[in-house]
């Protein structure tokens, strides 16, 4: 079956602009996460929605950052006034479990360059 | 707060090497553990976990020990292949509240023909 999707795969974008990432999660998961990976760093955690609960924003580094998960399925991150410190890989995942600890199934990544 | 410290790379190989990648883990509690793969132009998947102290996970070879005394989760192979080419990370889920993975930096492994 199909896995996460994540588009697009490259963002290159000027710095000040907002930007929009999608994430198709895995039909039936009910978990989804957001993290992100910069160069040479380890995945940090952004925010996490589980079904209707509200979702755990605690990982979102600044306000210019949010998220919104429509319908229980397909989530954007936006990311407004863009800096060149947000230039990272943008990783979704999703999963069954409430805790995460059924296994994470995560996207390719949207590659975000800010200029 | 919860960290994972894992070993620095690039580590780089040959065929039918031994390998070992450290990892070390600082949480409260009793967290599961995690060993997450991913492949050239692939999403991380899960390739292998722990759950409690003790516990051997094994997958493809692969297998970490579970280890409290030294919070260590160290990942090893016997014999890598130029397929096992990836970046490795090592993760925890607290056993706390927290519902997300804490992963640490990945090292990447190239296995050479």
């Known amino acids: 079956g199909a896995g996460v999707s994540q588009s697009p795969s490259n963002k290159v974008t000027e710095k000040g602009k907002d930007v929009e990432l999608r994430c198709d999660p895995i039909?039936?998961?009910?978990?989804l996460y957001w993290y992100r990976q910069s160069l040479g760093q380890g995945l940090e955690f952004l925010i996490y929605?589980?079904?209707?609960?509200?979702?755990?924003k605690s990982g979102l580094p600044s306000d210019r950052f949010s998220a919104e998960r429509t319908g229980g399925s397909v989530s954007t991150l936006t990311i407004q006034r863009t800096q060149q410190e947000d230039s990272a890989v943008y990783l979704c995942?999703?999963?069954?479990?409430?805790?995460?600890?059924?296994?994470?199934?995560f996207g390719n990544g949207t590659r975000l360059t800010v200029t | 707060g919860d960290s994972v410290t894992q070993m620095e790379g690039p580590v780089t190989l040959s065929e039918e090497a031994f390998l070992t990648i450290n990892c070390t883990y600082t949480?409260?509690?009793?967290?599961?553990l995690f060993w997450y793969v991913q492949y050239p132009g692939e999403g991380l998947q899960l390739l292998l976990k722990?759950?409690?102290?003790?516990d051997k996970g094994s997958n493809k070879g692969f297998e970490a020990t579970y280890r409290k005394e030294t919070t260590s989760f160290h990942l090893e192979k016997g014999s890598v292949q130029v397929s096992d080419s990836a970046v490795y990370f090592c993760?925890?889920?607290?056993?706390?509240?927290?519902?997300?993975?804490?992963f640490g930096s990945g090292t990447q492994l190239t296995v050479l023909p």
């Open positions: 995942a999703s999963s069954l479990g409430y805790r995460g600890e059924s296994p994470l199934h």
């Open positions: 039909s039936g998961h009910t978990a």
């Open positions: 929605f589980q079904g209707n609960s509200a979702p755990d």
């Open positions: 949480a409260t509690g009793y967290p599961s």
């Open positions: 722990a759950t409690k102290a003790d």
């Open positions: 993760a925890l889920l607290s056993s706390g509240s927290a519902r997300q993975l804490t």
